[in-house]
């Protein structure tokens, strides 16, 4: 299984962007997606997961865009969407998709990164 992400670019600050990412078949082994982000220089940081188990889901988000990024996703069709709005500068990175085939979310599929670019 293979993850497929698209929807970065190049943007200016205050605009909003949608990343969207899914899997290259369905698969019912899936827990959990997300979004992590590595910008120049710096370690991979966590972003947004979305995940279900027993018919609930779960929302998390890093501090860094609580209140002004969004994710969604379809479990059955294994797609995990994420917008951002208020984008600045310091949200520039590459930004990864990730699936986790276990509960506890060690997210274990990776796609290829997205480049997202907030011009100030």
């Known amino acids: 299984v293979q993850l497929q992400a698209s929807g970065g670019g190049l943007v200016q600050a205050g605009d909003s962007l949608r990343l969207s990412c899914e899997t290259s078949?369905?698969?019912?082994?899936?827990?959990?997606m997300g979004w992590f982000r590595q910008a120049p220089g710096k370690g991979r940081e966590f972003v947004a997961v979305?995940?279900?188990?027993?018919?609930?889901?779960?929302?998390g988000y890093a501090d860094a865009v609580k209140g002004r990024s969004t994710i969604s996703g379809d479990y059955a069709k294994n797609t995990v969407d994420l917008q951002m709005n208020s984008l600045n500068p310091d949200d520039t990175a590459v930004y990864y998709c990730?699936?986790?085939?276990?509960?506890?979310?060690?997210?274990?599929?990776w796609g290829q990164g997205t480049q997202v670019t907030v011009s100030s």
């Open positions: 078949q369905r698969t019912s082994s899936i827990y959990g």
């Open positions: 990730a699936a986790s085939q276990s509960a506890t979310l060690d997210f274990d599929l």
């Open positions: 979305y995940s279900w188990n027993n018919n609930a889901t779960y929302y």
